[in-house]
C-alpha cells in the first residue's frame, strides 16, 4: 500500500506557472506502477484530468488545456511533477495526484491552488 502527498503553492497570480509535485511514499516499487496522473476539481464544475505519465514513458495530455501543462516523474524520488504555464483564475482548483499501482488506484489528499492577482 502507498500514501501520496501533493504540495505545491496555494496562491498563484495569473499569467504565473505553477508547479506541483506528488510524492509517493510506502511500500513502493517503480516496477509496479502502471500509470501516474493528475486530475483538478473546480468549484461546479466536477473532476477534470489533466494528463498522465505512463510506465513506458509515454505522457498524455487533456487537449483543453492547450499545451499548458508539462508532467514528469523521478523514479528515483518517487514523485510525479505538474507544471503549468499562464495560468488563468478559471485554473482555480483542488488538484489531485492519481496513480494505478499494482491494479490499485489510488489518491492523494489533494491541494488547493487559486490563482488570483
Known amino acids: 500500500q502507498i500514501k501520496l502527498q501533493e504540495s505545491g503553492p496555494g496562491l498563484v497570480k495569473p499569467s504565473q506557472t505553477l508547479s506541483l509535485t506528488c510524492t509517493a511514499s510506502?511500500?513502493?516499487?517503480?516496477?509496479?506502477?502502471?500509470?501516474w496522473s493528475w486530475i483538478r476539481q473546480s468549484p461546479g464544475i466536477g473532476l477534470e484530468w489533466i494528463g498522465a505519465?505512463?510506465?513506458?514513458?509515454?505522457?498524455y495530455y487533456n487537449p483543453t488545456l492547450n499545451s499548458r501543462a508539462l508532467i514528469s516523474t523521478d523514479d528515483s524520488e518517487n514523485t510525479i511533477n505538474l507544471q503549468m504555464s499562464n495560468l488563468k483564475p478559471e485554473d482555480t482548483a483542488v488538484y489531485y495526484c492519481?496513480?494505478?499501482?499494482?491494479?490499485?488506484?489510488?489518491w492523494g489528499q489533494g491541494t488547493q491552488v487559486t490563482v488570483s492577482s
Open positions: 505519465s505512463l510506465f513506458n514513458g509515454n505522457v
Open positions: 510506502g511500500d513502493s516499487e517503480t516496477s509496479g506502477y502502471y500509470y
Open positions: 492519481n496513480v494505478l499501482y499494482r491494479r490499485t488506484n489510488y
